[in-house]
């Protein structure tokens, strides 16, 4: 679309002077032509202008979409921070309220819960409780039912696993993470 505009920006320039310089002022249809020429110049400059103005109506509109993008991400991280920020503070307020503890014990746990680095949150997040467990052995079965019946991991993402959109990612993970926590034992 560019080049296009060039190159009739060329040939209007071309058509402009054209009639000035090659043609002999002598002959007698020089009028004529250099109306011609005048009239073609001014068809290709009209045509340049309106494809430099649809050139520049889209790149506006590109510029709009990837501002929207852009800030529809900044919302994102800055929701996802603020969710975290009160889950710690509802956590930190939990272990703070809880009566009859150990300062000593109260303070531990609350570095605990600030290092993820740290052994004993590692090893709190490698366990699962029970329930938690039956509830992902009944994924499994459901998943594995749905994998012998020949179903796409997409499928299995988005209406098993519940997960679609912006959260496909995430399924994709927690899929593989089921299936290799049951399909190893």
């Known amino acids: 679309m560019q080049l296009k505009m060039w190159v009739l920006t ?6 402009w002077l054209t009639p000035l310089v090659t043609l002999d002022k002598r ?21 340049g202008g309106n494809i430099a103005r649809k050139l520049a109506d889209e ?13 529809d991400v900044e919302d994102e991280i800055a929701t996802k921070v ?7 503070q509802q956590e930190a307020e939990a272990i703070l309220a809880s009566p009859g503890e150990d300062i000593e014990e ?9 290092e993820p680095e740290s052994k004993e949150v590692e090893v ?6 029970d329930a938690s467990l039956e509830l992902a052995k009944a994924l499994y079965e459901e998943v594995k039912e749905a994998m012998e019946a020949g179903k796409a991991k997409t499928w299995i993402i988005e209406n098993i696993l519940k997960m679609k959109g912006r959260k ?5 993970v927690k899929l593989q993470d089921l299936l290799s926590q049951f399909e190893g034992k």
């Not at 060329?10 to 058509?15: F, N, Q, R």
């Not at 032509?33 to 045509?47: E, K, N, P």
């Not at 109260?106 to 600030?114: G, K, Q």
């Not at 709190?124 to 409780?129: E, F, I, K, Q």
Request: glycine residues 8%; aromatic residues 6%; positive net charge.
């Open 82 to 88: 603020y969710v975290s920020r009160t889950q710690r």
């Open 27 to 47: 002959i007698g249809w020089h009028k004529s032509m250099q109306g011609l020429s005048l009239c073609g110049a001014v068809a290709c400059a009209i045509g």
């Open 124 to 129: 709190a997040l490698a366990t699962t409780t």
């Open 168 to 172: 496909f990612a995430e399924g994709k």
């Open 59 to 71: 790149a506006e509109i590109e510029t709009l979409k990837l501002r929207a993008v852009k800030a």
């Open 106 to 114: 109260v303070r531990e746990r609350l570095e605990a819960l600030y």
């Open 10 to 15: 060329g040939a209007a320039v071309a058509l």
